[in-house]
C-alpha cells in the first residue's frame, strides 16, 4: 500500500459557512499501488461526496502519482453529471458546476496539470429536504427528496417540484417515512428507487431497517424486491441493474428473471455511493456508527474490520482491483462518480476562503451586447 497524509477542513456536521477559519483536523489515506495506474489507464478521475465531514474531493492521477483535493460543500451527499459538468445535492441547495473554458484548467495551477476545471457558479435553494441521489435525465435534474416521499425536479421559483412517490406514501408531506433514498435512471428516464421501508408513517423504516429495504419499478410502482438491508445506489448499464445492499456491505445484480438481487462481492464497508465504467463499478465505503440506526444490521457483526473509502471491483469476477482507504478524518462516503476523460480534474467550490484555494473569476473581455 502507498500512504500519504492530508489537512483538510473536516467538520463532522458543518452547517453554515464558517465566519472564521475553522481547525484544520488531519485526513489520513493509503491507497492500493493499483489505483493510480488503474485510473491511468482508463483515461478517468472520480468525485467523491462525504456528507460526515461536508467534503467533495476528486481522485486523479499525474506522473504515476493519487491526487486527491478536497473541497468544502455544506453535508454533500448525492452527485451527478450533467451536460456542462456537475451538480451536487448539499444541506439546503443544489449546486451545478460547470466546467470551465479548457485552459483555464492549466492556469489554475501551471503545475499540477490539471485537464478540466469545475467552477462553482449557481445554486438552487431546495431547503433542508434531505436530499439523496440525484441524476439527469430529460433535460433536467431529477432529486431523491428524502424529507417528503417523493422524487422531484428543481423548477425557477419553487423550492423543488414532486413527481412521483411510492405507491404506498399517502400525500406529500415533510417527515422521512420510507427513506426514499437511491434513482436509477435511462435515457427514457427514472427507473428505479430503492427505500428502506414500506412505511407511511414518519420514521417507520427504522423499525424494519435489517431486512425492510425495497427496490421499486417507477413506471409500475410495483415492488420488484422485498428483504434489503438498507438497500443504496440502483445504478443501470447496458440494461443490466446494480446495486447496494448496503446492511450486507455487498455489490449486488439485479436478476429479472427471478426477481431478486444476487451477491456479485462482499465489501470490507457500508457499500454507499456507486458509479460504473466498462467492467468496472466504483463503490463508496464506510464505518458503520456506533448509533441506532445501523446497530443489528448484518454487517454490525464485523464492524471492527470495517474501512472508509472506494473499491475498484471487477463486475464479472466481484474480485478487488484497486482502493482508496481513508484512515483518519473520513469516516463515511456518501456517493462516487466516475469523470470518464479526465484524469486530474480540479474543483472551485463555493468555499475557497475554507478550502485555502484562490478564488476564479470568469469575466467576459468585453461587456456582453444588450438583448
Not at 55 to 67: C, E, M, P, W
Not at 103 to 124: G, K, M, N, P, Y
Request: aromatic share 8%.
Amino acid at each position: 500500500m502507498a500512504s500519504q497524509d492530508k489537512l483538510a477542513a473536516a467538520e463532522a456536521e458543518a452547517a453554515d459557512p464558517p465566519a472564521a477559519r475553522q481547525p484544520t483536523m488531519p485526513v489520513s489515506y493509503e491507497h492500493s499501488r493499483s489505483l493510480p495506474g488503474l485510473l491511468h489507464e482508463l483515461g478517468i478521475s472520480l468525485v467523491v461526496s462525504t456528507y460526515q465531514a461536508g467534503k467533495v474531493f476528486t481522485v486523479g492521477s499525474q506522473a504515476g502519482d493519487l491526487r486527491l483535493r478536497f473541497h468544502h460543500f455544506e453535508k454533500a451527499m448525492g452527485i451527478a453529471r450533467t451536460p456542462t459538468g456537475l451538480a451536487i445535492v448539499t444541506h439546503r441547495q443544489v449546486w451545478t458546476l460547470p466546467a470551465g473554458p479548457p485552459a483555464l484548467a492549466r492556469r489554475v495551477d501551471a503545475t499540477a496539470a490539471h485537464d478540466i476545471c469545475l467552477l462553482a457558479r449557481e445554486a438552487h435553494f431546495t431547503g433542508p429536504i434531505l436530499g439523496h441521489d440525484l441524476a439527469w435525465c430529460h433535460d433536467r435534474l431529477w432529486i431523491v427528496n428524502t424529507l417528503f416521499n417523493c422524487l422531484c425536479t428543481l423548477e425557477p421559483g419553487w423550492s423543488f417540484v414532486p413527481r412521483w412517490q411510492p405507491p404506498f406514501i399517502s400525500e406529500i408531506a415533510n417527515g422521512d417515512r420510507c427513506h426514499l433514498n437511491g434513482l436509477a435512471v435511462d435515457e427514457s428516464g427514472p427507473r428505479f428507487v430503492t427505500v428502506l421501508g414500506e412505511t407511511d408513517v414518519v420514521a417507520g423504516w427504522r423499525e424494519s431497517k435489517r431486512d425492510g429495504g425495497c427496490l421499486i419499478d417507477v413506471a409500475s410502482s410495483e415492488v420488484l424486491v422485498r428483504g434489503l438491508a438498507m438497500p443504496h445506489s440502483p445504478r443501470l448499464q447496458a440494461g443490466t441493474l446494480w446495486l447496494l445492499n448496503s446492511g450486507h456491505g455487498r455489490l449486488e445484480r439485479y436478476d429479472s428473471s427471478a426477481r431478486r438481487t444476487l451477491p456479485v462481492a462482499e465489501l470490507p464497508g457500508y457499500t454507499r455511493g456507486l458509479d460504473l465504467h466498462g467492467d468496472l463499478a466504483f463503490v463508496g465505503l464506510s464505518r458503520i456508527r456506533e448509533t441506532a440506526i445501523f446497530s443489528g444490521l448484518p454487517l454490525d457483526e464485523r464492524r471492527e474490520s470495517l474501512r472508509c473509502g472506494v473499491a475498484a471491483v471487477e463486475l464479472r469476477s466481484g474480485r478487488i482491483v484497486a482502493t482508496l482507504f481513508f484512515t483518519t478524518g473520513v469516516e463515511e462516503i456518501f456517493d462516487v462518480r466516475v469523470l470518464p476523460g479526465y484524469r486530474n480534474p480540479i474543483l472551485s467550490g463555493p468555499y475557497p476562503d475554507t478550502d485555502e484555494t484562490e478564488t476564479i473569476w470568469l469575466v467576459p473581455s468585453s461587456p456582453p451586447p444588450r438583448s
